[in-house]
């Protein structure tokens, strides 16, 4: 260990020492050949590109078999210019992209009348060389999209095989999160001007960036190369804006008032009227030379000030709760950048960003403000990148960046805890209060080269390290600390009881990490029209195996574990052994692209890797962390899924007193209160081994269709199942109380790495560039993902094993994704350029139904779970007029998740005039509809089919009602309106 941290540290300081240049993390690469008229090779040729926004240039010459290659360009527009005494010269415009390797070759002819010949070829629409599926999406279609919240990664469901949902963790309620390979968001590896920008604490993006500073990103869904890491789903880089020769600049206001609204769904149920709505977002951007060609600056400024509502109805349980309750939303964001390029091979950027927000948390219909919290985060980043080019075929770039991020979470009550199956909740969140704070140093050092064969072959070679250190991984959880909960087993005040909690004490925990990858990558040349892409890429996290041994329950479970006493006892395997971190994290990656016919109009491509994933926290180590370092959890904890009783037979109620039920309960109040996780000695990281074929073809010179089947097959995923179920009917005894842990309850659990997926998917996607006033994207998704965790290869299910036994070798648990597997997906997006300096831009959005975990509501088995899978599966099929469900048999339930909810549409449009003042200045007025069609897109559906205890169960009437609709909190809007301009200078 000591020794790869050394040489990791070596390797970073030779990158700060020999300065660096911008590599594929945030530039592009322009390569080709220059030839004559009878296709022989051109040594000698000075091949110049410039940056008509910059000046930044690059010189390369032709080598003995006519190939140049301009290396680590800034992403932008360029001006090719070859030159040879005694022929013409040729000029070229092409647009470089990040991550971007283009392909562009020339043919010279003898000087004659004319010297100079332009050639007016637009860049390739297909990167021939190259095996990764994905898309890049640019400054004009971000600049001209109806983004709805103004987040850039919304655009990202224009790139085929790409979805849009919210963050599913609570604490990011507001942010979009992409959908790829299966994942929902959390398994991306976000990367900001080359820098890691990932949550490590819940998965997804960290930190978000003013929409103004964008310049580009490229999303990668499948088939990354080595240099990519930390990601078994995909790769998101971003690139943000540079000052450029020109001083000039933006400013944007754009508003949303009730009046442009429609009334939600919710609201027509709940007989309210239409709620206000008021949103004011600006801000703008300013960019120019400090000196010309050399050094530039760029700032850009939003806020985000927002005023909405929620209707909520608790069914008639709590009429006094019911009501209109405000959504106040605050967000504001900042990126300052600096640029200097010292000669054509050193170039210098330095960014920094924050972005601070204030957001309800846990909102939903059925639950008033008692159960609501209030979310803060504040988020820093500074990142430099320097970069040389080492001659015109050898290149480095040095990355540095600091980062940290605090959030916290305060409860809006202290009242007691009531949850029904109808999905009412009320009294205090028991997330809540709750705070993380996150502090990162990243150094990375990517060294490519390429060497030249005959023919135009080669080696583009790269190697590349990456030290991530994570001083602080913070965390307070002291959650519903002196406020009992309670869970009712039907849908009345004083029905019986499921479940009852005190919880008590305080707990934090710090989990510092250190994150090493190392890398080598070769893109082999075979032939002018083969090329292979093979890499090898080893990471290692240090950090996973905290100190556990003032755990108790750790502590216990290793004894019983050395002594042979878990024999036989699934996922509780590894206990015995010496806590390791994983070691063996090698992800070899082989691809290769075929160009059919030589012309870079038709390419074939596929390969496999392996990828592996950071494990965020929440999902493994954090519980654990918590209990060897806190001492917090029930002190009380009684639970029947049968109903809990009194000592005179009759049904618990909230009004009676816990001392009625004391001699039950699984919590030792004598002992040290924890939340009873621990985590398993050999936790692996989750990864993926990824497989995908598919064909490009350029229909015309500004149209390409591309067609790939991609297959992802998650492994080692991180969960929390519960193990500790009663395996006798008849008896009250734990499966794991022998090990007298602490409490001895269902939630008392191991963290492990057990779990698997797999995701196939037929993606067909379709582009044409802007062309004659028209530029068009679409894609479509056919698609099935399974997993054994019942959600996605990055999220994690605790409740869903039907036999503990079995852990996950039970075919029941090997369902559909419940977030992921709609079989049929995919986006239609375009801008129309019309006369007069009108604009229209329209996105249409949809997907098929998603899974729903269909549950009888009792506990059949009577193992203390109340999750036992019906016979029969059933599908949403509408409402009937008294407001309750209509659904269809759709089979028989043979696994978890079996059930539908409802299909979700999404339709905007962007309207836009724009009015020139002088020269580049110019104002445009701006109109945009979200949910022009006013899609109910219903969400989140009552799953139980029974309510009540085993003995006295009937019908839930809410069976597979929505509970939630387009316009209520984390969904879709229902259709809104936005007026505004921007002032563009």
């Given at each position: 260990?000591?020794g790869?941290r050394?040489g990791?540290?070596a390797?970073a300081?030779?990158g700060a020492?020999v300065?660096?240049?911008?590599a594929?993390?945030t530039a592009g690469?322009?390569n080709?050949?220059?030839l004559?008229?009878?296709q022989?090779?051109m040594?000698?040729?000075?091949v110049?590109?410039t ?6 240039n ?6 003995a078999?006519?190939a140049?290659h301009l290396?680590?360009l800034?992403?932008g ?8 005494s005694g022929f013409?010269?040729?000029?070229r415009?092409?647009?470089v992209e ?7 070759n ?12 332009e050639?007016t070829a ?6 021939a060389?190259t095996?990764s599926v ?6 004009k279609r971000?600049?001209s999209?109806p983004?709805?919240?103004?987040q850039f990664?919304n655009?990202?469901?224009t790139?085929?095989?790409v979805g849009l949902?919210?963050h599913?963790?609570p604490t990011k ?7 790829i390979?299966?994942g929902?968001?959390?398994n ?13 604490t819940v998965?997804g993006?960290?930190?978000?960036f003013p929409?103004e500073?964008i310049?580009q990103?490229?999303v990668i ?15 998101m880089?971003i ?7 020109q001083?000039?600049?933006s400013w944007f206001?754009?508003?949303?008032d ?7 769904e919710?609201?027509?149920r709940?007989?309210v009227?239409?709620?206000g709505?008021r949103?004011?977002q ?11 060609n050399?050094?530039h ?7 985000t000030?927002q005023?909405?509502?929620?209707s909520?109805?608790t069914q008639g349980l709590?009429?006094?709760e019911d009501?209109?309750?405000?959504l106040?939303?605050?967000e ?6 600096g640029t200097?390029t010292f000669n054509?091979?050193?170039y210098l950027?330095?960014r920094y960003g924050?972005?601070e927000?204030?957001q309800?948390?846990a ?11 209030d ?10 990148n320097?970069n ?5 075929a050898?290149l480095?770039?040095?990355?540095f960046?600091y980062?940290?991020?605090k959030n916290?979470i305060?409860?809006?009550s202290n009242?007691l ?7 009412v909740?009320i009294?205090?969140?028991p997330n809540?209060?709750?705070a993380?704070e996150?502090q ?7 060294f490519?080269w ?13 190697v590349?390290?990456?030290w991530?250190?994570e001083p ?12 009992p909960?309670?869970?009712h087993?039907?849908?009345t005040?004083?029905?019986p ?7 008590d004490g305080?707990?934090d ?7 090493y990858?190392?890398y080598v990558?070769?893109d082999w040349k075979?032939?002018s ?11 290692y996290?240090d ?6 041994s003032t ?5 216990k479970?290793?004894?019983?574990g ?6 036989g006892?699934k996922g509780l395997?590894?206990f015995g052994k010496?806590?390791k971190?994983d070691?063996d994290?090698?992800?070899p ?5 075929f160009d059919?016919?030589?012309d870079g109009?038709d ?5 496999w890797?392996i990828?592996?994933d950071?494990g965020?926290t929440?999902s493994n180590v ?9 001492a917090?959890?029930p002190?009380?904890q009684?639970d029947?899924?049968d109903?809990?009783r009194?000592p ?7 009004t009676d007193?816990?001392d009625?039920i ?6 030792d109040p004598?002992?040290?209160p ?7 000695p050999?936790?692996e ?5 990824q497989a995908?074929?598919?064909w490009?073809?350029e229909l015309t010179?500004?149209?390409v269709?591309m067609?790939d089947y991609?297959?992802n ?7 929390r199942?519960?193990l500790n179920?009663?395996?006798?009917p008849?008896?009250s005894v734990r ?7 602490q409490?001895n309850a269902?939630g ?7 779990a698997s997926?797999d ?9 044409r560039?802007m062309n004659?006033?028209?530029d ?5 998704t056919?698609a099935?993902?399974?997993s054994?965790v019942g ?10 094993l039907?036999d ?14 419940s977030r992921?597997?709609a079989r049929?997906s ?7 350029q019309l006369?007069?300096?009108f604009?229209l831009s329209?996105?249409f959005i949809?997907r098929?139904?998603l899974?729903v975990s269909?549950?009888e509501g009792?506990d ?5 779970e109340n999750?036992?899978?019906p016979?029969?599966?059933y599908?949403?099929d509408g409402?009937?007029s008294?407001g309750?469900a209509?659904f269809?048999d759709?089979?028989?339930?043979k696994t978890?998740n079996?059930?539908r909810?409802?299909k979700?549409?999404q339709?905007?449009l962007?309207?836009?005039k724009?009015f020139?003042?002088h020269g580049?200045m110019a ?6 509809v979200?949910n022009?069609?006013n899609?109910?897109n219903?969400?989140t559906f009552t799953t139980?089919?029974?309510?009540g205890?085993?003995?006295a ?11 939630e609709?387009?316009g209520d909190?984390?969904?879709p809007?229902?259709r809104?309106?936005q007026?505004?301009?921007r002032?563009i200078?």
């Amino acid at each position: 260990m000591r020794g790869i941290r050394l040489g990791l540290l070596a390797l970073a300081a030779i990158g700060a020492t020999v300065l660096n240049a911008a590599a594929q993390q945030t530039a592009g690469n322009v390569n080709g050949r220059v030839l004559d008229q009878q296709q022989a090779a051109m040594p000698g040729v000075t091949v110049t590109g410039t940056n008509t926004a910059t000046g930044y240039n690059r010189v390369a010459t032709t080598d003995a078999e006519g190939a140049y290659h301009l290396t680590a360009l800034p992403v932008g527009t360029y001006q090719l210019k070859v030159e040879l005494s005694g022929f013409q010269s040729l000029t070229r415009e092409i647009l470089v992209e990040v991550g971007a390797n283009i392909d562009v070759n020339f043919e010279l002819q003898v000087q004659s009348l004319s010297e100079s010949v332009e050639v007016t070829a637009e860049s390739p629409l297909i990167e021939a060389s190259t095996s990764s599926v994905g898309g890049v999406v640019d400054t004009k279609r971000i600049e001209s999209m109806p983004l709805n919240g103004r987040q850039f990664a919304n655009l990202a469901a224009t790139i085929p095989g790409v979805g849009l949902s919210f963050h599913s963790d609570p604490t990011k309620s507001t942010q979009y999160a992409p959908q790829i390979g299966g994942g929902n968001g959390r398994n991306i590896n976000y990367q900001i001007d080359g820098g890691d920008n990932n949550d490590d604490t819940v998965g997804g993006l960290l930190q978000l960036f003013p929409l103004e500073a964008i310049d580009q990103f490229n999303v990668i869904t499948s088939r990354y190369k080595a240099e990519y890491g930390r990601s078994n789903g995909g790769v998101m880089n971003i690139v943000t804006k540079s000052g450029t020769n020109q001083n000039s600049g933006s400013w944007f206001t754009l508003f949303r008032d009730d009046s442009l609204n429609a009334q939600t769904e919710t609201e027509k149920r709940n007989d309210v009227e239409k709620q206000g709505y008021r949103r004011w977002q600006y801000g703008g951007s300013f960019g120019g030379p400090i000196v010309k060609n050399k050094i530039h600056y760029f700032g850009a400024f939003e806020r985000t000030q927002q005023d909405t509502f929620q209707s909520v109805n608790t069914q008639g349980l709590f009429p006094n709760e019911d009501g209109i309750f405000a959504l106040p939303y605050r967000e504001t964001l900042v990126t300052v950048k600096g640029t200097a390029t010292f000669n054509a091979d050193n170039y210098l950027s330095v960014r920094y960003g924050r972005n601070e927000n204030s957001q309800p948390y846990a909102v939903d219909p059925l639950t008033p403000p008692s159960g609501w919290g209030d979310s803060s985060n504040t988020f820093n980043s500074i990142n430099a990148n320097y970069n040389m080019v080492l001659g015109s075929a050898k290149l480095n770039e040095f990355i540095f960046q600091y980062a940290d991020f605090k959030n916290g979470i305060a409860p809006l009550s202290n009242d007691l805890r009531q949850t029904f199956p109808n999905g009412v909740g009320i009294g205090q969140n028991p997330n809540t209060p709750q705070a993380t704070e996150q502090q990162k140093w990243q150094f990375r050092d990517d060294f490519s080269w390429y060497i030249s064969g005959k023919g135009g072959i080669g080696h583009g070679l790269k190697v590349g390290a990456s030290w991530i250190h994570e001083p602080r991984l913070f965390i307070t959880f002291a959650t519903a600390k002196g406020v009992p909960q309670f869970t009712h087993l039907d849908d009345t005040l004083d029905g019986p009881i499921a479940t009852v909690t005190l919880n008590d004490g305080f707990a934090d925990a710090d989990i510092p990490m250190e994150q090493y990858a190392f890398y080598v990558q070769d893109d082999w040349k075979l032939t002018s029209r083969l090329t292979l892409n093979i890499g090898l890429r080893y990471d290692y996290i240090d950090g996973y195996q905290i100190d556990q041994s003032t755990n108790p329950n750790f502590v216990k479970v290793q004894q019983a574990g050395a002594a042979g006493l878990l024999a036989g006892i699934k996922g509780l395997e590894n206990f015995g052994k010496t806590p390791k971190e994983d070691s063996d994290n090698w992800q070899p990656r082989i691809g290769v692209a075929f160009d059919l016919r030589g012309d870079g109009k038709d390419v074939i491509r596929g390969g496999w890797g392996i990828y592996q994933d950071v494990g965020y926290t929440n999902s493994n180590v954090l519980f654990p962390a918590l209990d060897a370092n806190g001492a917090f959890g029930p002190v009380f904890q009684v639970d029947d899924q049968d109903g809990i009783r009194n000592p005179d037979g009759s049904f618990f109620k909230v009004t009676d007193s816990l001392d009625n039920i004391r001699d039950q309960n699984q919590a030792d109040p004598s002992a040290l209160p924890l939340f009873g996780q621990f985590l398993d000695p050999r936790l692996e990281m989750p990864y993926t081994r990824q497989a995908s074929i598919g064909w490009s073809h350029e229909l015309t010179s500004t149209s390409v269709v591309m067609v790939d089947y991609v297959n992802n097959q998650g492994r080692d995923l991180n969960t929390r199942p519960r193990l500790n179920v009663r395996t006798d009917p008849n008896s009250s005894v734990r499966r794991l109380e022998f090990l007298g842990l602490q409490p001895n309850a269902l939630g008392t659990r191991a963290a492990s790495s057990y779990a698997s997926s797999d995701y196939q998917a037929m993606i067909v996607g379709f582009k044409r560039r802007m062309n004659k006033g028209f530029d068009l994207t679409g894609s479509y998704t056919l698609a099935k993902g399974h997993s054994t965790v019942g959600t996605a290869v990055d999220e994690l299910n605790v409740n869903n094993l039907q036999d503990a036994t079995l852990l996950y070798d039970d075919p029941r648990v090997d369902g559909p994704t419940s977030r992921t597997d709609a079989r049929h997906s995919g986006t239609i997006a375009g801008i129309f350029q019309l006369k007069g300096g009108f604009q229209l831009s329209p996105i249409f959005i949809f997907r098929s139904a998603l899974p729903v975990s269909i549950t009888e509501g009792i506990d059949l088995n009577r193992n203390s779970e109340n999750n036992d899978i019906p016979v029969r599966a059933y599908a949403f099929d509408g409402l009937n007029s008294d407001g309750t469900a209509k659904f269809k048999d759709i089979g028989e339930c043979k696994t978890y998740n079996c059930g539908r909810g409802a299909k979700r549409t999404q339709f905007n449009l962007r309207g836009s005039k724009r009015f020139t003042i002088h020269g580049s200045m110019a104002v445009e007025a701006i109109a945009e509809v979200f949910n022009l069609f006013n899609a109910q897109n219903p969400n989140t559906f009552t799953t139980t089919r029974l309510v009540g205890s085993l003995d006295a169960n009937s019908p839930n009437p809410n069976f597979m009602r929505p509970q939630e609709y387009a316009g209520d909190f984390q969904n879709p809007e229902q259709r809104v309106g936005q007026i505004g301009f921007r002032f563009i200078f």
